[in-house]
């Protein structure tokens, strides 16, 4: 549909995409070889290059997960830290590009959600016209779905701070993104998630009938499409709870950013923010503690 954002030379394989009645076209997320699916940089790069292959006469695209246990379970936090400042500057941008297109698809756009969906996964979502989630896991256990990068000491980095406050309680979204705490399935804010499943064979079900709801193409939400007054005064009651944290403080100087001066300078304060707090002192000794963790429980791998 448009030119895609990758500037590597090498080939990239789209991911799988299945056409569905309708004109709707079902792209699959996956990461062959890695345990979940996460959004890395070859995800992204996957993505981006699927968008290239989408027909302009789709009428709406969805998004699921290869993976029965998680939808995306967040970016690869070890990736991202081998990045010198300017090259994670760069990946941040790159990354942010991709979901920008997603946003802008000329048709109803679907997260089908069916487990855990965190940090990069949530921003993914984010950027879709509506989510749609399973109550629980096939496991029947609630999941965890939100943006924890705060709680790593960093700040999200693909716009979760210009779009979570825009889909329910703004205090809500800005207090839980500013402390890095996820919601549970069993106890979502309203407007989070647009409709729930009880399984996984429900998802496509319910996002044909939310699409055949909707008389217009319904954007993503964004801050920038809010009441101005409304947010910034929810920005000032957040922030005032949130003591002298140096990672929620971000979140709101990013979220300020893009009241102030729009989407893009809101996604830009996300990256120099993020760039900035990973070489602290404290995030540092967050960071070190999260990967030596990862390390003594190999069944969990390196998410945020």
């Known amino acids: 549909m448009t030119t895609s954002v ?12 299945t056409k569905l009645p309708g004109e709707v076209a079902m792209i699959t997320l996956e990461n062959p070889g890695q345990p979940l699916v996460i959004m890395d940089h070859a995800l992204l790069r996957r993505l981006d290059r699927t968008i290239d292959e989408l027909e302009d006469t789709l009428s709406a695209v969805y998004i699921k ?42 048709c109803h756009t679907v997260a089908l959600l069916n487990g855990a969906t965190l940090g990069g996964g949530m921003e993914l979502a984010l950027h879709c016209s509506a989510i749609i ?8 256990k609630p999941y965890p779905i939100g943006l924890p990068e705060a ?24 207090t839980a993104t500013a402390m890095g705490r996820p919601f549970k399935t069993n106890e979502i804010p309203e407007g989070l998630v647009d409709a ?11 996002a044909n009938a939310w699409c055949g709801e909707q008389h217009d193409i319904r954007p993503p939400r ?19 709870s949130l003591g002298d944290d140096a990672a929620a403080h971000a979140v709101c ?27 602290t002192e404290s995030t540092r000794t967050k960071l070190n503690a999260f990967f030596e963790g990862a390390r003594s429980a190999p069944r969990e791998s390196d998410r945020g």
């Not at 989630?133 to 029947?140: D, S």
Request: net charge negative; with cysteine; hydrophobic share 45%.
């Open 196 to 206: 729930f499943v009880d399984g996984p064979e429900d998802l496509v079900a319910q």
């Open 6 to 17: 990758s500037t590597s030379q090498a080939p990239v394989e789209p991911l799988p995409v």
């Open 65 to 106: 997960s290869a993976d029965e246990r998680v939808f995306v379970a967040g970016a690869d936090l070890k990736e991202i830290d081998a990045l010198e400042d300017d090259q994670l500057l760069e990946y941040l941008e790159a990354g942010a590009r991709t979901l920008g297109r997603l946003a802008s698809l000329p």
């Open 151 to 174: 709680g790593l000491g960093l700040c999200p980095g693909w716009g979760g701070t210009q779009r979570m406050p825009a889909r329910m309680d703004p205090v809500t979204a800005i």
């Open 253 to 279: 100087e990013a979220i300020w950013a893009g009241l102030e001066h729009g989407m893009e300078a809101g996604l830009a304060a996300e990256r120099r923010l993020l760039v900035a707090l990973r070489n």
């Open 133 to 140: 989630a399973t109550r629980t896991t096939l496991k029947g």
């Open 222 to 240: 964004a801050i920038q499409d809010a009441d101005p007054e409304m947010m910034q005064a929810a920005l000032v009651t957040a922030r005032d």
